[in-house]
């Protein structure tokens, strides 16, 4: 089966198979590492290596901490605000799409959130300039989605925001790993592992040390960073088996070279599909401006919309799944994350060619 859901996603197969083999007796110990303390000497060495290998793969400074936190993705949306702004504090979002449109609404609620630009009138195909934005000169931090996984737009480069006050800060849950970043450019870096790096149930932080410790005073302590800083991600029961697969991921990650010969593939998976896409005459539309199109989610239409579900179904069939586009936006979807092999997206064009073929 080859699986393109867009997260919970699929996984590298060895990582898979290594966690089966350790499950019912994690090195040894007669237990599995779900039924460990947190506080153990095994699950003490499994987070450390998580959080060095994580330092390796991105490049991360000992300037930078690194979280593993609870409540997904969702919940940065309010502990950005929340640690990064005072009360009345203002903040400036770029919404690129559904993802960013919910971290904008629900900042609203921590501090003074401008909303200085948005794809909407444009359905989401479009990423900015940032020369274009016109940033607040007061504005705490710049937010931005890396990767809007429903719409399928990607920033492919991030400079720094013009305010020099100002801190980038981007929601990466769907391009997380996929790519080398520049970790010195960001302030913060959040991301719901169940994509790139792990199952669901655990996101990384990566917040730069100095920002730690001014949270609001109403910041409830599971959102306050400095709580999680000061006590290595242990303050509470941790999703110990989620940052046990990540773990076993960024190894697996380093083993094939790093992150610049991941984002190789990545690209040369993500060319055959969109080349198949454009040189289908107009069969399949992806309606996203070519130079910013997503290496991880690639939405596209029929143009007999009404062949949508029979394609969707017959790639079921032939054992490719969750090909299904969003329900908010319909048409298909295929997420093709860092564990894709090349021969899933070999496999989908080929039979995109068929299909059309079939049904002219
Ligand atoms: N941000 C992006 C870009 C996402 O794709 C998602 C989920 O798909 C989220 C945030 C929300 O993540 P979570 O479900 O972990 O809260």
């Known amino acids: 089966i080859f699986n393109f859901a867009a997260g919970p996603a699929t996984l590298p197969e060895s990582v898979i ?19 460990m303390s947190h506080r153990g000497k095994e699950f003490d060495a499994v987070i450390k290596k998580a959080e ?31 640690n990064l702004c005072a009360p009345g504090d203002s903040a ?23 909303l200085i630009w948005s794809g909407k009138s444009e359905k989401y195909t479009k990423i900015p300039a940032f020369d274009d934005l016109k940033q607040n000169p007061d504005a705490k931090f710049l937010h931005i989605c890396g990767n809007e996984t429903i719409h399928g737009v990607e920033f492919k480069n991030y400079p720094s925001p013009s305010n020099k006050n100002a801190l980038l800060v981007a929601d990466m849950s769907s391009n997380f790993c996929s790519k080398p970043v520049d970790v010195s450019k960001f302030g913060l870096i959040y991301a719901g592992a169940q994509k790139n790096v792990g199952p669901s149930g655990v996101t990384i ?22 709580i999680h800083a ?19 991921v960024f190894e697996d ?47 596209f239409t029929l143009k007999k919309s009404d062949l949508e579900k029979k394609f969707i179904e017959e790639a079921a069939k032939e054992g490719m799944v969750q090909l299904k586009g969003h329900r908010s936006v319909g048409g298909v979807r295929a997420s093709i994350y860092n564990a894709m ?16 073929a079939r049904h002219p």
């Open 17 to 35: 198979l290594k966690a089966q083999a350790e499950l019912y007796n994690y090195h040894g110990s007669g237990m599995s590492i779900m039924e």
């Open 52 to 82: 060095s290998d994580l330092r390796l793969l991105l490049g991360i400074s000992d300037d930078y901490a690194v979280l593993f936190l609870q409540g997904g993705a969702t919940t940065q949306f309010a502990a950005v605000p929340l």
């Open 92 to 114: 400036d979002f770029v919404v690129t799409g559904s993802w960013s449109d919910k971290a904008f609404k629900e900042a609203q609620k921590f501090c003074k959130a401008n």
């Open 205 to 226: 932080a990566i917040v730069r040390k100095d920002l730690i410790g001014n949270a609001q005073p109403i910041t409830p302590v599971m959102l306050d960073y400095k």
């Open 230 to 248: 000061d006590s290595a991600s242990l303050y509470n029961t941790p999703p110990c088996f989620a940052i046990y697969i990540c773990a076993l």
């Open 253 to 299: 990650l380093l083993e094939q070279g790093g992150l610049a010969g991941v984002e190789k593939k990545n690209q040369k998976k993500a060319g055959i599909l969109y080349d198949t896409i454009d040189e289908s005459n107009g069969y399949y539309v992806c309606p996203v401006e070519k130079s910013v199109r997503s290496l991880m989610n690639v939405p």
């Open 341 to 356: 092999p090349f021969a899933g997206v070999e496999k989908l064009v080929a039979f995109m060619k068929d299909f059309q």
